[in-house]
């Protein structure tokens, strides 16, 4: 960046009525898109994966949401992803037989995209969560994509929206049990939903936010580095607390330790040793008899709903422990 373009900017921060107040404003306006890989209407359709809507004008208006029907595979899974990084493009693929994968009926699945997503970014896991068996729900959360929410409710109040959309669904659309799955933010989202309803066996979480200062600070640096240079640390985080509280919201509703313990959930986190969002190096002293964490090496956090070769094997062996 140049340095007036530099100057042009702190300028511009500083004329928000000070750093917080532009990091409070931002957080609760509809969230920029991150870069996260998502499949479009037509790859959606071809893979017969639905993108519907529901509305419930009470706790957010409507949503949109993805849904899977559990059904035997005709075809083996093929994907592959091409994104940008900050360390340039990256390309990444799986083939995965539908041999190699015994079709087991196991329930339902709601996949939660993360902090500037949408239902789309689910996409990939939603094909791959298909095969293993599960009917697949990924909503768009509040503020986000097809939700006519205007402000994101930051993976809290968008769980009772869940809920209900899941009692919307008829019973054969949600073959029991239900568990939970996000990514990032959604994490978040997954286990305040798991905490509402009596019917969650487990969770499955991708790169999980482990608090919402930390990661606002980590994903500020990915995605707009030029922008983190400028801004204090200490206002960043300022201005976090108050998007919380204009949300009504705790800190602690949003600090992965405490959300974990409170839903009680076997649970499997996947987390990369190159993901200053929600770095492995943090999660591995967290493992114990219902909470197993695996590492997946060098995966950009962005990229960290796409599936590969080594989380099917450890989501496939965790998944053994219920047959």
């Known amino acids: 960046m140049r340095p007036i373009h530099v100057i042009v900017l702190l300028l511009g921060v500083t004329l928000v009525s000070g750093c917080s107040q532009y990091i409070e404003r931002q957080l609760l306006a509809p969230p920029t898109k991150t870069g996260i890989p998502v499949l479009t209407a037509a790859e959606l359709n071809a893979l017969d994966i639905e993108q519907r809507q529901f509305c419930l004008p009470h706790l957010g208006g409507c949503t949109g949401y993805l849904y899977a029907a559990a059904k035997r595979p005709s075809t083996d ?23 190699e994968v015994p079709y087991q009926a196991r329930g339902t699945i ?28 990924a909503p768009d959360m509040l503020g986000h994509g097809d939700s006519s929410a205007k402000q994101p409710g930051f993976g809290v109040h968008d769980a009772e929206l869940f809920s209900q959309l899941i009692d919307s669904l008829p019973r054969r659309e949600v073959p029991k049990p239900i568990w939970v799955g996000g990514m990032s933010m959604g994490a978040t989202a997954a286990l305040h939903l798991a905490q509402q309803r009596d019917d969650v066996r487990g969770a499955i979480l991708f790169a999980p936010m482990i608090n919402f200062a930390d990661a606002t600070l980590a994903v500020l640096e990915m995605v707009r580095p030029n922008t983190a240079q400028v801004l204090p640390e200490a206002d960043v985080r300022e201005g976090v607390a108050k998007a919380l509280a204009a949300q009504q919201l705790d800190a602690s509703q949003l600090d992965l330790a405490t959300q974990v313990q409170q839903a009680g959930l076997p649970t499997l986190i996947l987390a990369s040793d190159a993901d200053a969002a929600a770095p492995y190096q943090t ?38 422990q219920f047959n």
Not at 80 to 98: I, K, M, N, V
């Open 110 to 137: 709601v996949l939660v995209h993360g902090y500037g997503g949408s239902k789309q970014t689910m996409g990939q896991l939603t094909e791959y969560f298909r095969m293993l068996g599960f009917a697949v729900i």
């Open 283 to 320: 999660f591995a002293s967290w493992q114990q008899p219902r909470l197993e964490v695996v590492r997946i090496p060098n995966r950009y956090h962005m990229l960290m709903a796409v599936p590969d070769r080594q989380m099917h094997e450890a989501i496939s062996a965790w998944l053994a």
């Open 77 to 99: 899974l093929s994907q592959f992803t091409s994104a940008p990084t900050p360390q340039g493009q990256t390309y990444l693929e799986f083939d995965l037989a539908r041999d």
